[in-house]
């Protein structure tokens, strides 16, 4: 696609609920990544992965946290059993090269709030 | 501990002018730069970047200048419009994209 795609683009989850994020990197991008960004703050690193490889997972906040790119191109974030804390807009991009790449590209981000 | 850091939450220039929004990190391994622009419910867009190896580069009405020994670098609008209004991020490249708070511009007609 042109640009990177996330979806929904806005979710009220209630406390407890499971949530999945999906993100469709730009076509062809070897490099992805999640961010989280909380209010007034800048992008948290969340994961990035090249290709199907998850290579680097330490920003998750806690095991509630998953994170899948199976076949290497489509990305979802999973939250488990959300709790207050994890509302926040979550961001994903991608780059056109390995080993994180030198630009990356954002979509325009999931909003979550968590009641 | 932030690694990135922009110490101007928000700034206001008037139209026509220079805007310069500030950058500084503490880890000398970061060897890549980028500053990024946000509008409200949108996702960051890249604007410009700058390799370690540099100390300036220029794109339009936007130069980013590093200073390596200072652990610093900037971003320079010139001239501002009252479209560049946005949240700017500053990120350095490790082994991952470390991002700064933002520094909120204002360009006032």
Redesign the interface.
């Known amino acids: 696609g042109a640009g990177?795609s996330?979806s929904p683009r806005y979710k009220v989850a209630k406390r407890g609920q499971d949530v999945a994020l999906r993100c469709d990197p730009i076509s062809g991008h070897v490099s992805l990544?999640w961010?989280q960004q909380a209010l007034?703050?800048?992008?948290?690193?969340l994961t990035?992965f090249q290709n199907e490889a998850q290579l680097?997972k330490s920003?998750l906040p806690s095991d509630r946290f998953f994170a899948e790119r199976p076949e290497g191109s489509v990305s979802t974030l999973k939250i488990q059993r959300t709790q207050q804390e994890d509302s926040a807009v979550y961001?994903c991009?991608s780059s056109s090269a390995g080993t994180?790449g030198?630009?990356?590209?954002?979509?325009?981000?999931s909003w979550l709030t968590v009641v | 501990d932030q690694q990135?850091k922009?110490n101007s939450p928000s700034l206001s220039v008037q139209e026509g002018r220079i805007s310069i929004l500030n950058c500084d990190y503490t880890n000398s391994m970061f060897d890549?730069f980028?500053w990024?622009k946000k509008y409200p419910?949108?996702?960051?867009?890249?604007l410009i970047?700058i390799s370690s190896i540099k100390d300036k580069n220029e794109d339009g009405r936007f130069t980013v200048f590093l200073n390596k020994s200072a652990k610093h670098l900037s971003l320079h609008i010139v001239p501002s419009q009252p479209g560049d209004s946005a949240v700017y991020?500053c990120a350095a490249?490790g082994?991952?994209?470390?991002?700064?708070?933002?520094t909120r511009l204002s360009v006032l007609p």
Do not use: H, K, M
């Not at chain 1, 007034?40 to 690193?45: D, I, L, N, T």
């Not at chain 1, 030198?102 to 981000?109: M, V």
């Not at chain 2, 419910?41 to 890249?46: K, L, R, S, Y």
């Open positions: 990177v996330q990544f961010y007034g703050q800048g992008p948290e690193f990035y680097d920003g961001l991009a994180a030198n630009t990356i590209y954002f979509g325009e981000g | 990135v922009q890549y980028l990024y419910a949108e996702g960051p867009t890249f970047s991020f490249r082994q991952n994209f470390v991002f700064g708070p933002g």
